[in-house]
Protein backbone atom coordinates (compact mmCIF):
# COMPACT_ATOMS: atom_id res chain seq x y z
CA UNK A 1 0.00 0.00 0.00
CA UNK A 2 1.15 3.68 -1.26
CA UNK A 3 2.59 5.39 2.51
CA UNK A 4 0.45 8.27 2.66
CA UNK A 5 0.23 11.71 4.53
CA UNK A 6 -3.22 13.19 6.03
CA UNK A 7 -2.69 16.71 6.92
CA UNK A 8 -5.37 18.23 8.97
CA UNK A 9 -5.15 22.18 8.80
CA UNK A 10 -6.82 25.53 8.70
CA UNK A 11 -4.36 26.20 5.42
CA UNK A 12 -4.92 23.18 2.86
CA UNK A 13 -3.80 25.08 0.14
CA UNK A 14 -0.32 25.50 1.69
CA UNK A 15 -0.02 21.73 0.41
CA UNK A 16 2.01 20.37 -1.27
CA UNK A 17 3.61 23.35 -1.46
CA UNK A 18 7.81 22.80 -1.57
CA UNK A 19 7.07 19.48 -1.27
CA UNK A 20 5.30 19.04 -5.03
CA UNK A 21 8.59 19.68 -6.93
CA UNK A 22 12.02 18.14 -7.02
CA UNK A 23 12.64 14.42 -5.94
CA UNK A 24 9.30 14.72 -3.67
CA UNK A 25 7.06 15.87 -5.89
CA UNK A 26 7.53 13.28 -8.82
CA UNK A 27 7.63 10.69 -6.03
CA UNK A 28 4.17 12.37 -5.36
CA UNK A 29 3.75 11.65 -8.94
CA UNK A 30 4.72 8.10 -9.37
CA UNK A 31 2.79 7.70 -6.56
CA UNK A 32 5.49 6.29 -4.25
CA UNK A 33 3.79 8.39 -1.59
CA UNK A 34 -0.03 9.92 -1.38
CA UNK A 35 -1.05 13.73 0.15
CA UNK A 36 -4.54 13.50 1.34
CA UNK A 37 -5.41 17.35 3.28
CA UNK A 38 -8.89 18.50 5.18
CA UNK A 39 -9.78 21.29 5.82
CA UNK A 40 -10.35 21.62 9.65
CA UNK A 41 -12.80 24.55 9.22
CA UNK A 42 -15.17 22.02 7.05
CA UNK A 43 -15.89 20.46 10.51
CA UNK A 44 -17.24 23.18 12.17
CA UNK A 45 -21.05 24.19 12.81
CA UNK A 46 -21.80 27.29 13.33
CA UNK A 47 -22.65 30.26 10.07
CA UNK A 48 -19.06 32.15 10.70
CA UNK A 49 -16.88 28.83 10.85
CA UNK A 50 -15.19 29.37 13.96
CA UNK A 51 -12.16 27.04 14.55
CA UNK A 52 -10.83 28.64 17.69
CA UNK A 53 -12.08 30.52 20.54
CA UNK A 54 -10.13 32.28 23.70
CA UNK A 55 -8.95 30.76 26.64
CA UNK A 56 -10.19 29.13 29.72
CA UNK A 57 -8.59 31.34 32.37
CA UNK A 58 -7.70 34.28 29.85
CA UNK A 59 -4.60 34.96 28.48
CA UNK A 60 -3.69 36.30 25.43
CA UNK A 61 -4.35 34.31 21.87
CA UNK A 62 -7.03 31.80 20.89
CA UNK A 63 -7.61 27.99 21.15
CA UNK A 64 -9.25 25.59 18.42
CA UNK A 65 -11.75 23.99 20.03
CA UNK A 66 -11.70 20.37 20.50
CA UNK A 67 -15.35 19.64 19.15
CA UNK A 68 -13.97 21.23 15.78
CA UNK A 69 -10.89 19.21 15.63
CA UNK A 70 -12.15 15.83 16.87
CA UNK A 71 -14.83 15.95 13.93
CA UNK A 72 -11.89 16.68 11.40
CA UNK A 73 -10.01 13.68 13.03
CA UNK A 74 -12.98 11.28 13.03
CA UNK A 75 -13.00 11.99 8.74
CA UNK A 76 -8.93 11.69 8.84
CA UNK A 77 -9.39 7.99 8.89
CA UNK A 78 -7.09 5.67 10.40
CA UNK A 79 -3.91 5.32 8.16
CA UNK A 80 -0.97 5.71 9.91
CA UNK A 81 -0.80 7.53 13.95
CA UNK A 82 -2.43 10.69 14.61
CA UNK A 83 0.62 13.47 15.10
CA UNK A 84 0.28 16.78 16.98
CA UNK A 85 2.91 19.26 15.22
CA UNK A 86 3.64 21.13 18.42
CA UNK A 87 6.40 22.90 19.99
CA UNK A 88 5.81 20.84 23.55
CA UNK A 89 6.40 17.45 21.45
CA UNK A 90 9.51 15.20 21.66
CA UNK A 91 11.77 15.99 19.32
CA UNK A 92 11.74 14.43 15.95
CA UNK A 93 14.68 12.19 15.16
CA UNK A 94 16.30 10.40 12.62
CA UNK A 95 14.96 7.09 13.90
CA UNK A 96 12.02 8.37 14.47
CA UNK A 97 11.19 9.32 10.95
CA UNK A 98 12.74 6.04 9.71
CA UNK A 99 9.77 4.13 12.22
CA UNK A 100 6.85 5.92 10.62
CA UNK A 101 8.43 5.85 7.33
CA UNK A 102 8.32 2.07 7.46
CA UNK A 103 4.49 2.05 8.85
CA UNK A 104 1.44 2.83 6.33
CA UNK A 105 1.59 6.80 6.89
CA UNK A 106 1.10 9.53 9.58
CA UNK A 107 -2.13 11.68 10.34
CA UNK A 108 -1.04 15.24 10.79
CA UNK A 109 -2.63 17.59 12.95
CA UNK A 110 -1.05 20.70 12.12
CA UNK A 111 -2.11 23.51 15.18
CA UNK A 112 -2.75 27.60 14.78
CA UNK A 113 -3.26 30.09 17.33
CA UNK A 114 -1.71 29.33 20.71
CA UNK A 115 -2.48 26.05 19.96
CA UNK A 116 -5.33 22.99 20.49
CA UNK A 117 -7.46 22.05 23.15
CA UNK A 118 -5.81 19.97 25.20
CA UNK A 119 -9.07 17.53 25.79
CA UNK A 120 -9.45 16.50 21.93
CA UNK A 121 -5.55 15.74 21.79
CA UNK A 122 -5.79 12.91 25.05
CA UNK A 123 -8.87 11.68 23.89
CA UNK A 124 -7.58 10.91 20.65
CA UNK A 125 -4.31 9.85 21.97
CA UNK A 126 -2.42 12.41 19.25
CA UNK A 127 1.31 12.06 19.68
CA UNK A 128 2.97 15.32 20.19
CA UNK A 129 6.30 16.07 17.60
CA UNK A 130 8.59 19.07 17.98
CA UNK A 131 10.56 19.92 15.03
CA UNK A 132 12.69 22.19 17.16
CA UNK A 133 13.22 23.83 19.96
CA UNK A 134 11.63 27.35 18.57
CA UNK A 135 8.27 28.44 17.85
CA UNK A 136 6.85 28.40 14.42
CA UNK A 137 3.28 30.40 13.68
CA UNK A 138 1.88 27.27 12.75
CA UNK A 139 2.06 23.31 12.64
CA UNK A 140 2.02 23.31 8.48
CA UNK A 141 5.40 23.63 7.99
CA UNK A 142 6.34 21.02 11.07
CA UNK A 143 4.27 18.59 8.89
CA UNK A 144 6.22 19.62 5.86
CA UNK A 145 9.26 18.71 7.10
CA UNK A 146 8.13 15.88 9.10
CA UNK A 147 6.48 14.36 5.53
CA UNK A 148 9.90 15.71 3.97
CA UNK A 149 12.32 13.24 6.06
CA UNK A 150 9.98 10.35 6.32
CA UNK A 151 9.18 10.02 1.80
CA UNK A 152 12.71 9.97 0.81
CA UNK A 153 13.25 7.19 3.04
CA UNK A 154 10.90 5.33 0.99
CA UNK A 155 11.75 2.17 -1.20
CA UNK A 156 12.36 3.88 -4.82
CA UNK A 157 12.28 7.72 -3.27
CA UNK A 158 16.16 8.05 -4.22
CA UNK A 159 18.11 6.32 -6.95
CA UNK A 160 21.14 5.44 -5.06
CA UNK A 161 20.62 3.94 -1.50
CA UNK A 162 24.66 4.12 -0.50
CA UNK A 163 23.30 7.84 -0.42
CA UNK A 164 20.84 7.47 2.38
CA UNK A 165 23.59 4.94 3.99
CA UNK A 166 26.20 7.07 4.06
CA UNK A 167 24.01 10.00 5.54
CA UNK A 168 23.99 12.33 8.67
CA UNK A 169 22.74 10.50 11.97
CA UNK A 170 23.35 7.02 10.36
CA UNK A 171 25.40 4.92 12.84
CA UNK A 172 25.25 7.81 15.54
CA UNK A 173 27.49 10.30 13.57
CA UNK A 174 27.36 13.43 11.14
CA UNK A 175 28.43 13.03 7.82
CA UNK A 176 31.80 13.65 6.59
CA UNK A 177 32.10 17.28 4.57
CA UNK A 178 31.81 17.32 0.82
CA UNK A 179 34.09 18.33 -2.57
CA UNK A 180 33.51 18.51 -6.04
CA UNK A 181 35.26 20.31 -8.85
CA UNK A 182 36.94 22.46 -9.41
CA UNK A 183 40.04 20.69 -7.72
CA UNK A 184 41.29 24.26 -7.04
CA UNK A 185 38.85 27.12 -6.23
CA UNK A 186 39.74 30.90 -4.92
CA UNK A 187 43.20 28.93 -4.22
CA UNK A 188 41.82 26.09 -1.98
CA UNK A 189 42.30 22.45 -2.90
CA UNK A 190 40.32 19.91 -2.31
CA UNK A 191 41.77 17.66 1.03
CA UNK A 192 44.47 15.60 -1.05
CA UNK A 193 43.15 12.29 -0.02
CA UNK A 194 39.96 12.64 -1.79
CA UNK A 195 42.33 12.27 -5.10
CA UNK A 196 44.05 9.62 -4.21
CA UNK A 197 42.21 7.11 -5.89
CA UNK A 198 42.99 5.19 -2.64
CA UNK A 199 39.21 4.01 -1.17
CA UNK A 200 40.38 3.16 2.19
CA UNK A 201 42.17 6.06 3.04
CA UNK A 202 39.13 8.22 1.63
CA UNK A 203 36.90 5.86 3.60
CA UNK A 204 39.01 5.89 6.62
CA UNK A 205 39.70 10.14 6.02
CA UNK A 206 35.42 10.24 5.97
CA UNK A 207 35.06 8.50 9.27
CA UNK A 208 37.53 10.63 10.43
CA UNK A 209 36.16 13.64 9.96
CA UNK A 210 32.43 12.62 10.49
CA UNK A 211 33.78 11.69 13.79
CA UNK A 212 35.81 15.37 14.57
CA UNK A 213 32.39 16.85 13.53
CA UNK A 214 30.16 15.19 15.83
CA UNK A 215 32.46 15.19 18.48
CA UNK A 216 32.19 19.51 18.26
CA UNK A 217 29.27 20.01 16.59
CA UNK A 218 27.10 17.36 18.94
CA UNK A 219 28.67 16.54 22.25
CA UNK A 220 25.38 15.04 23.30
CA UNK A 221 25.63 12.36 19.84
CA UNK A 222 29.41 12.17 20.67
CA UNK A 223 28.46 10.92 24.02
CA UNK A 224 26.03 8.25 22.82
CA UNK A 225 28.40 7.24 20.02
CA UNK A 226 31.31 6.57 22.50
CA UNK A 227 29.28 5.12 24.95
CA UNK A 228 28.26 2.11 22.15
CA UNK A 229 31.54 2.20 21.70
C1 LIG B 1 2.22 29.85 17.65
S1 LIG B 1 2.34 28.11 17.80
C2 LIG B 1 1.71 27.84 19.43
C3 LIG B 1 2.79 27.81 20.44
C4 LIG B 1 2.28 27.47 21.84
N1 LIG B 1 1.48 28.53 22.37
C5 LIG B 1 3.46 27.21 22.76
O1 LIG B 1 4.02 28.16 23.29
O2 LIG B 1 3.83 26.02 22.93
C6 LIG B 1 1.05 27.55 16.74
C7 LIG B 1 1.20 26.13 16.22
O3 LIG B 1 2.41 26.02 15.52
C8 LIG B 1 2.89 24.69 15.58
N2 LIG B 1 4.29 24.72 16.02
C9 LIG B 1 4.95 25.78 16.53
N3 LIG B 1 6.21 25.49 16.84
C10 LIG B 1 6.40 24.19 16.50
C11 LIG B 1 7.50 23.30 16.58
N4 LIG B 1 8.67 23.68 17.08
N5 LIG B 1 7.33 22.04 16.14
C12 LIG B 1 6.14 21.63 15.63
N6 LIG B 1 5.05 22.44 15.54
C13 LIG B 1 5.17 23.69 15.96
C14 LIG B 1 1.96 23.93 16.51
O4 LIG B 1 1.07 23.13 15.74
C15 LIG B 1 1.24 25.03 17.24
O5 LIG B 1 -0.04 24.64 17.64
Known amino acids: ?23 SGKALEKEIWKLKTLDIRDFTSDKHQSVDDAPFGGGAGMVMRSDVVDAAVEASGDVGPLIYLSPRGIP ?19 GRYEGIDQRVLDTRKAEEISVGDYVLSGG ?9 ACIRLLPGFMGQSESLIEESFEGGL ?43 RRPDMWAEFARRG
Open 92 to 110: LTQSKAKSLAEGPGVRLLS
Open 140 to 148: ELGAMVLID
Open 174 to 216: LEYPHYTRPRVWNGIEVPAVLTSGDHSRIAAWRREQAKATTRE
Open 1 to 23: MTWQATVLTIFPEMFPGPLGISL
